[in-house]
């Protein structure tokens, strides 16, 4: 039995985290690959940098906790590193071969991308149980 009453919780509601998933993954996805004028241009969008690092911190963590609690072995952490600095490298590809678009790729979002999921994993460490 896990002392972690966050991670008993979604131990027994496995399915929140699934759907958590998709939704992220789909909200990221519109975010970054739809034309940048379907966005007016306000004080939110200044945040850009910080909103990469929210974005795919999160969706690590929901990864590795989602992974962690429907597996029974022990969650290589770096591989779900790896596939949050994937999902991000993947969209600045898109945005750069898909010049219809009107995005445009960005070191730097993968460089916030990866801070992000580095986080994610230090929070993994301290919230997913030793098995």
Same mark, same amino acid.
């Not at 940048?36 to 909103?51: L, R």
């Not at 301290?126 to 149980?129: D, E, K, L």
């Given at each position: 039995m896990n002392s972690n009453p966050f991670y008993s919780f979604l131990s027994d509601?496995? &399915? !929140?985290?699934?759907?958590? +998933?998709? +939704? #992220?993954?789909?909200? %990221?996805?519109?975010?970054? !690959? #739809?034309p940048?004028? %379907?966005?007016?241009?306000?004080? +939110?969008?200044? &945040?850009?940098?910080?909103?990469h690092l929210l974005i795919f911190g999160t969706w690590t963590l929901l990864l590795g906790l989602n992974h962690s609690i429907s597996r029974a072995g022990n969650t290589n952490l770096w591989i779900i590193f790896l596939l949050g600095i994937s999902f991000g490298i993947i969209i600045e590809i898109l945005q750069y071969s898909l010049p219809s678009l009107n995005r445009h790729a960005d070191v730097y979002d993968v460089v916030f991308d990866t801070i992000g999921c580095l986080l994610a994993l230090g929070v993994l460490k301290?919230?997913?149980?030793k098995k």
């Open positions: 509601r496995s &399915y !929140l985290l699934t759907s958590a +998933i998709a +939704i #992220l993954t789909i909200v %990221t996805l519109l975010l970054t !690959l #739809l940048a004028e %379907t966005f007016s241009q306000n004080e +939110i969008w200044s &945040y850009d940098k910080v909103g301290i919230i997913i149980p």
